[in-house]
């Protein structure tokens, strides 16, 4: 297998980075821990934060499929590391933890009522590993240029580029997220 360029080895070394923090956070608390949520329901819990993470990059995933195939079709060859505009950059950037703005996830992408934290913790890398070897089919393509509309408002064109750094800072931010859950388990077992 050819190595990946630089740019897009970070990507794919950030879904590594993530699952990892997955499973070692996973690996810390209990099955209830796991779906316990705190100040009395009102944030998610780990489970809903993984799970969340898992449906929207399979959402990303099967767009960015799309973008990627139509590109190659079209013969948009890599002209150069995969970064996004400008409001691209902005929106990555809110993205990234700490958390300064809450929002609500679209529907489409809302945590699942999933029970079973094995299921939770498949589909999460199974998500990364389909986005992985969507990265590797996109290494030859001009990802800069190919582009999907936005799965969430579809008026709105997402550059393949942009949303790999989108789906990176997003698993950043609930990961964090999770962790603080993992902060307020540990302080109301005091």
């Excluded at 100040?39 to 960015?64: K, M, T």
């Excluded at 079973?116 to 290494?139: M, N």
């Excluded at 579809?154 to 789906?167: D, P």
Aim: charged letters at 25%; glycine letters at 4%.
């Amino acid at each position: 297998m050819t190595p990946l360029p630089a740019d897009l080895q970070q990507l794919t070394d950030a879904m590594n980075a993530a699952d990892t923090a997955a499973d070692a956070l996973a690996a810390r608390v209990t099955n209830d821990e796991f779906f316990w949520q705190p100040d009395e329901g009102r944030r998610w819990s780990i489970a809903l934060c993984l799970d969340h993470l898992a449906v929207s990059n399979s959402v990303y995933g099967d767009s960015i499929r799309g973008a990627v195939e139509n590109a190659r079709a079209r013969g948009w060859s890599r002209t150069g590391p995969a970064t996004p505009g400008f409001f691209g950059r902005k929106f990555v950037a809110s993205l990234e933890p700490p958390v300064k703005r809450r929002t609500s996830a679209p529907a489409k992408i809302k945590p699942r009522p999933v029970s079973d934290r094995t299921e939770i913790l498949r589909s999460f890398h199974q998500a990364h590993d389909v986005l992985r070897r969507l990265i590797e089919a996109a290494a030859t393509i001009d990802v800069n240029r190919a582009t999907f509309p936005n799965p969430f408002l579809s008026l709105i064109k997402v550059r393949v580029s942009t949303a790999l750094h989108i789906i990176a800072a997003h698993d950043r931010r609930h990961l964090w997220q999770a962790e603080q859950v993992e902060q307020a388990l540990r302080q109301a077992r005091r």
